[in-house]
């Protein structure tokens, strides 16, 4: 798929255009004509950049990624996590939860959207997490056999849902921090 003819700019405009309307109308109202009409381009172009709808906003929202685990390494797992909270701000934190939110239906509804999240977000972010765990078990901090290890993914992604739903706010760092340090390095650490 190139994007050569796109510069980086105007790449950036449409991603950004395709997240306003993500929050404004959410998934299964975002249309291509939409997104041309908002951003003075033609459809045309739109799908011969990205092919679909799902690919158009999956490329967004990892567009829209503030670099997380795959640039982290601070000598320790607590110091990770941290380094990984501090990269994002709590606006963009609401907004991104926000954003999940609402694909979270759309999601169970297409697959399509689905598979486009799992290849551009999903897979690469649990990869490089994945990482970060991984050179905490080299450096001694966690058990290679600790159980837990396989669902800190789960446990971190279910903040963001969790909190909105008892709550009824959005995580942000501090609640994320707090989160980490009562909840996920404990359970990692435990035998």
């Not at 950036?12 to 381009?41: C, H, I, K, P, Q």
């Not at 939860?97 to 979270?104: F, K």
């Not at 501090?174 to 390095?185: G, H, K, N, Q, S």
């Amino acid at each position: 798929m190139t994007r050569s003819r796109l510069t980086p700019e105007r790449e950036n405009e449409l991603f950004e255009a395709v997240l306003d309307l993500l929050r404004e109308v959410g998934y299964d109202s975002l249309t291509m004509d939409a997104v041309a009409a908002r951003t003075r381009s033609s459809k045309a172009t739109l799908y011969r950049q990205w092919h679909s709808k799902p690919e158009l906003v999956a490329a967004a929202l990892q567009h829209n990624q503030v670099a997380g685990a795959h640039e982290v390494d601070t000598g320790s797992l607590r110091g990770d996590f941290r380094a990984m909270l501090t990269a994002a701000d709590d606006l963009q934190m609401e907004k991104d939860s926000a954003l999940l939110r609402g694909l979270v239906h759309a999601i169970h509804t297409n697959p399509d959207l689905h598979d486009a999240l799992r290849k551009k977000l999903i897979e690469p972010e649990t990869a490089a997490l994945n990482r970060v765990l991984r050179r905490a078990v080299e450096r001694g901090e966690i058990g290679a056999d600790n159980p837990a290890v396989e669902f800190v993914p789960h446990m971190l992604l279910g903040a963001f849902f969790t909190l909105q739903v008892i709550e009824d706010r959005d995580p942000g760092r501090d609640f994320l921090t707090r989160y980490i340090d009562a909840v996920v390095l404990p359970a990692l650490e435990a035998r």
